[in-house]
């Protein structure tokens, strides 16, 4: 089964909107997006996706993600973005269940899954992510911790939609550290949450979701981590700020695939 491997910046709560276009110029002008053989999605904050969707008017090759959206579909809920507004930026894809919103912003399982089908019911494509911490996995939970997040978080979810989600496994001890997962640990992660995948929507689901790994991706480590079976692109933040340096993850990446 080859998968299309995929590529997302999530710049996090970086770059308003000139910082925006000035990146696309730039990664533009590196770049002829129909050689690269992957998908190439950027995840700016709400307030640079107006301009993201402008200077890439003509760029069909670059996909737009949110990094969050509202469970809800609109009223009293100060400060949230719904799924509808989101559509309207062209957006495609959308971030849930990252470990700085669960752990800075208290995201439950139960939020995350009611999120999710919010963005099917839109037909965005959530960007799933799930990751243990350092000291679940020291206890010996790294597998207890996976699956119940991917069970709690694709509660109710169809094989239908399931075909329009991508995992990301993301150990939370690998974000924004410097620390990446070793090829061997991510690959048994990526494994057994495709594994999972199996046991609650059968193989042939399993064998067609894409599975990217997040945790300080960098030129210098995306070949590796890539050439992994189970390992179907990457999510990254830091190193995906500087146009060079998310190029170099892609091209290093897929010339691994
Ligand atoms: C992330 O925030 O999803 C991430 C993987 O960050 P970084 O690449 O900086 O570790």
Redesign the pocket.
């Given at each position: 089964m080859s998968r299309k491997p995929i590529f997302a910046a999530?710049w996090?709560m970086n770059k308003g909107p000139s910082e925006t276009e000035d990146f696309v110029k730039s990664f533009l002008s590196k770049v002829q997006l129909q050689n690269l053989n992957c998908d190439v999605v950027i995840a700016p904050p709400f307030v640079s996706l107006a301009k993201l969707t402008e200077a890439l008017h003509n760029h069909h090759g670059i996909q737009i993600a949110a990094q969050n959206c509202s469970q809800f579909d609109s009223g009293a809920y100060t400060g949230e973005v719904s799924v509808l507004m989101l559509r309207e930026f062209f957006t495609h894809y959308v971030?849930l269940g990252?470990?700085?919103r669960r752990a800075i912003f208290g995201e439950t399982d139960a939020v995350i899954n009611a999120k999710i089908k919010k963005a099917r019911e839109a037909n965005l494509k959530p960007i799933f992510?799930i990751g243990e911490t350092l000291a679940e996995r020291e206890a010996g939970n790294l597998e207890t911790v996976l699956r119940t997040q991917v069970n709690a978080g694709l509660e109710g979810v169809s094989e239908k939609d399931l075909g329009d989600i991508v995992i990301?496994y993301?150990p939370v001890w690998?974000?924004?550290?410097g620390v990446t997962a070793t090829s061997e640990q991510a690959q048994e992660a990526h494994a057994f949450v495709r594994s999972l995948i199996a046991d609650l929507y059968g193989p042939d689901a399993a064998a067609k979701i894409r599975i990217q790994y997040?945790?300080?991706?960098k030129p210098n480590n995306a070949a590796e981590l890539m050439a992994c079976p189970d390992i179907d692109g990457?999510?990254?933040?830091?190193?995906?700020l500087d146009p060079q340096s998310f190029l170099d993850i892609i091209r290093n990446g897929t010339a691994a695939e």
């Open positions: 999530n996090k971030i990252h470990s700085e992510c990301a993301e690998a974000i924004g550290t997040g945790g300080s991706v990457a999510l990254i933040g830091g190193a995906a």
